[in-house]
């Protein structure tokens, strides 16, 4: 079966370029896993670059306790069919000790409070290298992230005084306290995401697919009704429609679509004819121009 | 598994952007993004908000990529920004560089890895000292592809002979350059209101060459690495240690400059141990030829010994083993080099201790020639130095392999890389 040449794929090639440097560069690394596309893609150029033998760092999911329940259950399953470490920790904990606050409101959201959990983490563990699945196209302050970013004791990101990343060489060093943010996937665009789910028959959560759910309309958005994390006004009515989601972040500020992509060569099809991008579906990103450079500067992923 | 045409459509074409602040470089890139509608709704929406705000009476589009805070208060680009927009036949990375003299550094960044590169130049000032500096740094990148794009040409009345003097000037410098492969195009052009980027203008009756756009179409995306010998830097030795495969050495890494196949004669460098190649893996199966480009495990005949910052190539194909370096490097700290001073050099995936023995000259980026004997290199500028190497590292010039033939310097006080060097 071996007579065959490889074909390049610049975008694969150059995230098991990047997978195999941290490997090489850091002593704990760790993959930051969402359980959303882009982690998943993550995990599955991790195996790549490092088959026959196992991931050799573990997954870290920062649970807000309101992620959607498919999520969670496949989180699970595939971190044991991978054999490797799921380290698991929860901003609820946070929220009972008092150490943050939990929003209210309409608008109330955990996505915020993420940030102080996974800080927490990356203390408690020693991690020096974050691996994440943010990509430039997602978002405009995004697209001026490296590939390997560094981010100070409190993780914070300095981005007007950015080291330059010439060529593909990759520097990592960093004092004692400061980690690295690591974005294997940057020069991916959401198609070549999903474009390469569809090639490499990767499997994803359901809730990624058309399905029928309990949803309400407000602000032109569409929103879960299934589950008691989102508020909902009285007024607001509760509508049966199929839907699918385009990211799955924390489903108080994630919103969802109407489609009726039930597999992956429609959802690649309906990708590739969208007019509205993928964080027009993410609130949070709504608060104003400039939110996500102010939740990197914090610290966010 | 993958079809060919899946794995074309993977293929980018990258593009840097150049030229002095307020060229016209964001515009450029949002104007290219909004005439492929390329911008979403919900971004067009965001930019046609902002700049009625702002009270203009267009649509700004630099709001498209200047995505930083600092940037959009100042109206400048301060970091580079990687954009992705696809026509129906390719797929396109333009980085939008910072034309600010301060950002330089950042401007290499976004370059170094392009293989196209647009120098804006504002048509009511010609050529100024920032343009001179990018179109030399595109020279010593040797960037094959560059577009002067004479930008504003709203605001001299699409005058031809402006565009001709600037033409010249252009045309005078590149021939006192050392790269001679350059294609050079130029395209009068108003990235404000979209004169020659996507649809061909009606107020430049006297150019009759093509768009921008059709211009980067026509393009060939290629990898960074030229065509020449195949080099394999060893990233990371593979041993899972499982039943299975309990005897499995495999060496991780990424082949640049040339293809290599099972049963190919090898050294092993710096230790010049020969094997062949026995298997070429990639994830969990075999290939017999992997090109060049490729992320791969390959598995050796003998049991030799490999690690990290070895290389593999083809015997009879070796690079240089040097212990002393010659290059020309881009200083990009604010604390200058001296000579005599050290440094970390990370030379692909390989490290050392490296001090610099000679800084012989400063290059003058007006191709005006250079100064001799200087006692320091400043920030942005470019000069020829001699490294002394606390090890030897395995090197190719630039002119032969970009990947091999370039290194960093990295400050070991705080840990930043300073300077890209390019191996003579
Ligand atoms: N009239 C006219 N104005 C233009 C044109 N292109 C750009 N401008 C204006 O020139 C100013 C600077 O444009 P930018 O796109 O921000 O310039 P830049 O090259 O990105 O600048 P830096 O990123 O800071 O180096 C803005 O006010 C633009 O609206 C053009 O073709 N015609
Ligand atoms: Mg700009």
Redesign the pocket.
Known sequence: MSNKTIQVDALESEAIYIFREVVAQFEKPVLLFSGGKDSITLVRLAQKAFYPAKIPFPLMHIDTGHNFPETIEFRDRLAKELGVELIVRNVQDNIDSGRVKEETGRYASRNMLQTETLLDAIEEFGFDACIGGARRDEEKARAKERIFSVRDDFGQWDEKNQRPEVFDMLNGKIDLGQNVRVFPISNWTELDVWSYIEQEDIEIPSIYFAHKRKVFVRDGMIWSADDEVVFRDKEEEVLEKMVRFRTVGDMSCTAAVLSDAVDIAKVVEEIRDSSISERGARIDDKRSEAAMEKRKQQGYF | MANSEQLIKMKVLKIA?A?????????????ILYDTKSLTDDKLEAIEEKSRQRG?D?L???LA??GLVA?RE?????DVAHIYFSTPSKSFIIA?????IE?TRNMVTGASTAQASIV?I?ARNGVIEQTYRHFFINNLLRIKDVVIAV?????VDFSEEKFNAIKKEIEFIASKSGYRGQNLTFIP?????G?NVVHKSENTPWYKGETLMHHLEKLEPEDISEISQARFPVQTVIRPKTEQYHDFRGYAGKIYGGDLSVGDEVAVLPSQTKSKIKTINFFDKEFETAKRGSSVTITLEDNVNVSRGDMLVKVNEEPTIAKQLDATICWMDKEPLKASQKYYIKHGVNDAQAKITKLSSIINTDFSGIEENPSELVLNQIGDIQLKLSKPLLVDSYSDNKSNGSFILIDSKTNSTVGVGFIK
């Open positions: 952007t030229g002095s602040v307020d060229d016209g470089k964001s515009t450029l890139i949002g104007r203009f267009y700004d589009f630099s990529t200047d940037e100042q109206g400048i680009t301060i939008d560089t910072p034309g600010h950002y804006l504002d930008n504003k040409m709203d605001l052009m108003s990235a404000l209101q004169d």
